[in-house]
């Protein structure tokens, strides 16, 4: 007998829940915020919306169904199994949190508070739970496969990203290296820069898109499944021993953008979560590109 699907509730902590825990009473936090020109109750109706809506997907789950719920701090924690199906109860952002720690598994965005999301990834509400939940693991069921970037160094450890993977120091610092294309017969150039940030087309609605508005380039924007990333270079500077001459350049699905640390350390960090990063140390290679690993999210 085939094992009953399980329904993982992908969600976060509310600002309202983090008042309390900060400031103990609802009383108190209702007070810090009036200190600073704002009301409480805007933030508890968020609250009770988030609330609401994660109790209406719940009450969806067919009855033979498993379940189990995951807050994003908990993600990299979290074993998900192939027959998950996973519903993020969120913001757009929250979706992306999740697609680095899937392999597959069929995806369904709500929109927790219409209205005040784009709706690129979160693009169900929870009254719609009911019908997608039994489609999801239905055959045939109709998906949008995204795109994923993934960095691998050469000590094999790998990272996954649906938006966009960041390279450089933590904390922003000078970052050091050599970036060139792999099995280019070109030299590698040598640069100091603010980091290196290689993404989607999902990614290219937002951190890259601004890279790429404020320096002008004329790369063509990817599509959220087009099988193709951007990348770009930030703050990369000229002196006697670094160059700038590699800032920008976009990868196909068979080329591999490849950068060797010469920094004591850099971190590769994929959709802003900083706490689960590759550690990179002085002469490691890391090779960033597109990954396999695709993004199923229901239609």
């Keep these: ?19 309390l825990a900060r400031h103990g009473t609802h009383g108190q936090a209702g007070f810090f915020l009036s200190s600073r020109g704002r009301g409480i109750q ?5 609250h009770r919306r988030t609330r609401d809506a994660l109790a209406q997907v719940a009450a ?34 929250l979706v992306a949190n999740a697609a680095k720690y899937l392999s597959g598994q069929p995806v369904i965005g709500i929109d927790a508070d219409p209205g005040r999301n784009p709706g690129v990834l979160v693009r169900h ?18 998906t949008e496969e995204l795109t994923m970037v993934e960095a691998v160094a050469d000590d094999t450890q790998r990272l996954l990203a ?23 017969t070109a030299p590698a150039e040598a640069q100091a820069s603010s980091g290196v940030l290689v993404g989607t087309g999902t990614g290219a609605t937002g951190w890259l898109r601004s890279l790429w508005q404020e320096r002008g380039s004329r790369l063509a924007l990817p599509g959220p499944a087009d099988p193709r990333l951007i990348w770009f270079v930030r703050e990369a500077w000229p002196s006697p021993t670094t160059g700038t001459s ?11 953008l490849r950068l060797v640390v010469e920094s004591d350390r850099l ?33």
């Design 162 to 184: 649906l938006n966009e993977i960041y390279l450089g120091a933590r904390g922003h610092q000078t970052a050091r290296y050599h970036i060139g294309h792999d099995g280019d």
């Design 60 to 93: 969806a789950v067919p009855l033979r169904w498993r379940q189990a719920r995951v807050e994003r701090t908990d993600l990299d924690r979290f074993l998900f199994a192939p027959e998950d199906v996973v519903i993020v109860v969120g913001q757009d952002g």
């Design 246 to 256: 590699l800032v920008e350049g976009a990868l196909n699905r068979a080329e591999r």
């Design 42 to 46: 805007e933030v508890a109706e968020r």
């Design 1 to 19: 007998m085939s094992l009953a699907p399980r329904a993982v509730l992908v969600h976060r902590t509310t600002e309202y829940e983090e008042l």
């Design 267 to 299: 971190v590769a960090f994929g959709d802003g979560i900083e706490n689960d990063a590759l550690e990179l140390t002085w002469g490691q290679t890391v090779r960033l590109g597109v990954a396999d690993t695709t993004l199923r999210l229901l239609l």
């Design 125 to 142: 509400r929870a009254c719609d739970a009911p019908a997608l939940l039994p489609a999801a693991v239905a055959r045939g069921c109709a």
